[in-house]
């Protein structure tokens, strides 16, 4: 914490003011007060460092709002074959390049946390699980949203072979970039919500996350890892690469 002996500077004015758009809002609509959100931190507000606690505790909050208004039953939009965009985009946080090449033979799905059966699964094994196909609207928060068809196995269907405690809070997902993210359990279990193998009836090009990508049409794109190399099983927090930079940790219907 900053010394309050300090006078503020011209830095803290804008979260400040943040802070106190929000208090208005919430102390409107919510009844709570500025002074409970201080004590969510337990620091003085003008302290940037506390402000950033207080604008992440809020969208955690908001998070679990979110989760609790999530219905679990309502589907996002399907198209037709004739919606497809052509070509896709390609998005990640490098250039097209730098897609991280992953050999099909030694590829193991490493399995973890809160889940029965870890021993890891190859590409084979994963192919053999029931086949189902959706064409489906991708939205990206940089602006572009692109229609594409994806085919894989209910994510559901997984965690259901692989013993996953469904009881648990999140899903975590690592890849073979040092990309990661992680997702609510009801949007794991969702019938959208597809561990995909292939775009557009083929088997899915390196660029658009061979040998797998989770597929999550209720979601954002910055939801869907590509590459996946480890799917873990929590109750712990496990945040996300742009989640963590402050990307709503939702992000979702
Ligand atoms: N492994 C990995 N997955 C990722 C990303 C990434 O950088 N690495 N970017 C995300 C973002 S922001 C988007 S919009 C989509 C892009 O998927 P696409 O290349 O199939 O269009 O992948 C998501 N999944
Ligand atoms: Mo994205």
């Not at 979260?15 to 959100?37: D, H, M, N, W, Y």
């Not at 973890?112 to 990206?140: M, N």
């Not at 928060?141 to 196995?153: C, D, F, P, R």
């Amino acid at each position: 914490m900053n010394e309050i002996s300090k006078k503020p500077d011209r830095s803290l004015v804008a979260p400040t003011r943040e802070i106190v758009k929000l208090e208005r809002r919430l102390f409107l609509k919510q009844g709570l007060s500025l002074g409970a959100l201080t004590m969510l931190s337990g620091c003085d507000i003008t302290d940037a460092e506390a402000v950033q606690k207080v604008l992440w505790r809020m969208s955690r909050f908001n998070d679990e709002v979110q989760a609790a208004i999530f219905d679990p039953n309502k589907l996002a939009p399907t198209y037709p074959e004739s919606a497809i965009t052509k070509p896709f985009p390609f998005n990640a946080f490098y250039g097209e390049a730098d897609a991280p090449r992953v050999d099909a033979a030694s590829y193991k799905l490493e399995l973890g946390g809160l889940v029965r059966e870890k021993a890891p699964w190859t590409l084979d094994r994963l192919y053999a699980l029931p086949e189902t196909s959706q064409i489906t609207r991708h939205i990206c928060v940089e602006g572009w949203s692109a229609i594409g068809k994806w085919g894989g196995v209910t994510f559901k269907t997984l965690l259901e072979r692989i013993g996953a405690d469904t009881s648990a809070k999140y899903v975590g997902f690592k890849c073979a970039d040092d990309y990661y993210t992680s997702i609510d359990m009801a949007t794991a279990l969702h019938p959208q919500t597809l561990l995909t193998f292939k775009f557009a009836d083929e088997l899915l090009p390196t660029r658009y996350g061979f040998p797998m990508k989770l597929r999550i049409p209720t979601k954002l794109g910055f939801k869907n890892p590509k590459h996946i190399m480890a799917i873990f099983v929590t109750n712990d927090y496990p945040g996300g690469y742009w989640e963590d930079q402050g990307y709503n940790w939702f992000s979702g219907s």
